[in-house]
């Protein structure tokens, strides 16, 4: 008698469409599904870096293509699914990674600023599960949804009350989705990172003291990887999570666990 085991993690041929695909995580997502067999979207603003990215995925045997958008803005999501059904002929996997952080007093940050938090997580996240969504429930054959959430959705942090809000949110949306999307055989969970060594976080990781205060918090002795991403983001785009919806799965050397 056989389980299958070995195709458990099989994500070969299905299509994933990723937002902020050039960004410090987005980058090693893209580069590790299309390892994986995944025909990947790449979706960002900015075309060069689309472009680099792309051209690089490709020399390396992958399948993708890229499509410019802003994740906050409505028609641009609409324009990036289409494009992705265009050249594709649907999606199997939604991982909208796109996100910021501007930390500030709430006192003194400018309303605009902590706007501009919130579109960028929780909006451009929400923007992306409503149109991908439609084609996903359309296509009737499952799908994956990842939302990419943080330690921060759980843990406040004192000038972070648009990043820490924003991320809270995205786990419940990750729960409401399931409970939404169970029916159509679609998975929807939260992938939370602790401070990852990418772009966003060299505040943290370029400043000896603010780095040595996060690694004495982190029971695994050091901070992510971009690498370390991988392993989780490949569980929940496989077969072997179709029984797991709804969960927050914390990648952070168990810096939640204490
Ligand atoms: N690194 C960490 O330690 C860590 C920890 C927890 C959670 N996360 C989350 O993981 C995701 C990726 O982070 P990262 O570390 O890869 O950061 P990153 O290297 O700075 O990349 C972030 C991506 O988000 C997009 N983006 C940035 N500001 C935006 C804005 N105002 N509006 C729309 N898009 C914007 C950028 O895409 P463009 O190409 O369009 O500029 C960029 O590719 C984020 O959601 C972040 O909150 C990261």
């Given at each position: 008698?056989?389980?299958?085991?070995?195709?458990?993690?099989?994500?070969?041929?299905?299509?994933?469409?990723?937002?902020?695909?050039?960004?410090?995580?987005?980058?090693?997502?893209?580069?590790?599904?299309?390892?994986?067999?995944?025909?990947?979207?790449?979706?960002?603003?900015?075309?060069?870096?689309?472009?680099?990215?792309?051209?690089?995925?490709?020399?390396?045997?992958?399948?993708?293509?890229?499509?410019?958008?802003?994740?906050?803005?409505?028609?641009?999501?609409?324009?990036?699914?289409?494009?992705?059904?265009?050249?594709?002929?649907?999606?199997?996997?939604?991982?909208?990674?796109?996100?910021?952080?501007?930390?500030?007093?709430?006192?003194?940050?400018?309303?605009?600023?902590?706007?501009?938090?919130?579109?960028?997580?929780?909006?451009?996240?929400?923007?992306?599960?409503?149109?991908?969504?439609?084609?996903?429930?359309?296509?009737?054959?499952?799908?994956?949804?990842?939302?990419?959430?943080?330690?921060?959705?759980?843990?406040?942090?004192?000038?972070?009350?648009?990043?820490?809000?924003?991320?809270?949110?995205?786990?419940?949306?990750a729960k409401t989705l399931a409970a939404e999307w169970g029916p159509h055989k679609i998975n929807v969970n939260a992938l939370?990172?602790?401070?990852?060594?990418?772009?966003?976080?060299?505040?943290?990781?370029?400043?000896?003291?603010?780095?040595?205060?996060?690694?004495?918090?982190?029971?695994?002795?050091?901070?992510?990887?971009?690498?370390?991403?991988?392993?989780?983001?490949?569980?929940?785009?496989?077969?072997?999570?179709?029984?797991?919806?709804?969960?927050?799965?914390?990648?952070?050397g168990g810096y939640t666990a204490c």
């Open positions: 008698m056989s389980f299958g085991v070995k195709d458990l993690f099989d994500i070969k041929g299905k299509v994933a469409l990723i937002s902020g695909a050039a960004g410090g995580l987005g980058t090693v997502a893209s580069k590790g599904l299309a390892e994986a067999g995944a025909k990947v979207m790449l979706s960002g603003r900015n075309e060069k870096t689309l472009k680099e990215l792309a051209g690089q995925i490709k020399q390396a045997g992958g399948a993708c293509d890229y499509c410019v958008g802003d994740p906050t803005t409505h028609e641009d999501v609409k324009n990036v699914v289409a494009a992705t059904k265009k050249a594709f002929g649907g999606i199997d996997i939604l991982i909208p990674i796109a996100g910021f952080n501007k930390p500030g007093p709430i006192i003194e940050q400018p309303l605009e600023e902590w706007q501009s938090i919130i579109a960028a997580n929780l909006k451009g996240t929400y923007l992306f599960c409503k149109e991908a969504g439609k084609v996903l429930i359309e296509q009737q054959r499952g799908g994956k949804v990842i939302l990419i959430s943080s330690t921060r959705s759980e843990l406040g942090m004192a000038n972070y009350s648009g990043y820490s809000p924003a991320k809270g949110a995205i786990n419940l949306l939370a990172p602790t401070v990852f060594r990418t772009p966003l976080t060299e505040w943290m990781w370029g400043d000896a003291k603010v780095y040595e205060n996060f690694l004495r918090r982190i029971p695994i002795g050091r901070l992510g990887e971009p690498e370390d991403f991988l392993g989780s983001l490949i569980f929940l785009s496989s077969k072997a999570s179709d029984f797991i919806t709804g969960a927050i799965l914390y990648a952070d």
